[in-house]
């Protein structure tokens, strides 16, 4: 059975920092660009960031560059996402997400590409 499973979301005060997990099981990362989007109440899906299968090149959203940095460990079949200075603007149920096609900088906002989902963890940046 493939799967995605997110975890590390949590309730955090603006500034603080979580890390999410995305662990996959019934195939392999090592072949998947992985992304990362968020959605928030009321608002569309964006993307966050994404990261090639191939030579790590990553991606980001403007609104999190330099905050926030994704990474992979195909060892451990897992992807993740370091997220520091955390604002309440952040807060959103983030999503990560695996698509067979290789990586591009645009993946990062084309969640049409992506084949398979995870079930979302929620992300809370309050005081």
């Known amino acids: 059975q493939v799967q995605l499973v997110e975890s590390g979301g949590g309730l955090v005060q603006p500034g603080g920092s979580l890390r999410l997990s995305c662990a996959a099981s019934?195939?392999?990362?090592?072949?998947?660009?992985i992304g990362w989007f968020r959605q928030a109440p009321g608002k569309e899906r964006e993307g966050v960031s994404c990261?090639?299968?191939?030579?790590?090149?990553?991606g980001y959203a403007d609104s999190v560059k330099g905050r926030f940095t994704i990474s992979r460990d195909n060892a451990k079949n897992t992807v993740y996402l370091q997220m520091n200075s955390l604002k309440p603007e952040d807060t959103a149920v983030y999503y990560c997400?695996?698509?067979?096609?290789?990586?591009?900088?645009?993946?990062?906002?084309?969640?049409?590409?992506?084949?398979?989902w995870g079930q979302g963890t929620q992300v809370t940046v309050s005081s």
């Open positions: 990261i090639s299968s191939r030579d790590g090149s990553t």
């Open positions: 997400a695996a698509s067979p096609w290789p990586f591009r900088q645009n993946m990062c906002v084309a969640a049409g590409l992506y084949n398979y």
């Open positions: 019934g195939f392999t990362l090592d072949y998947y660009t």
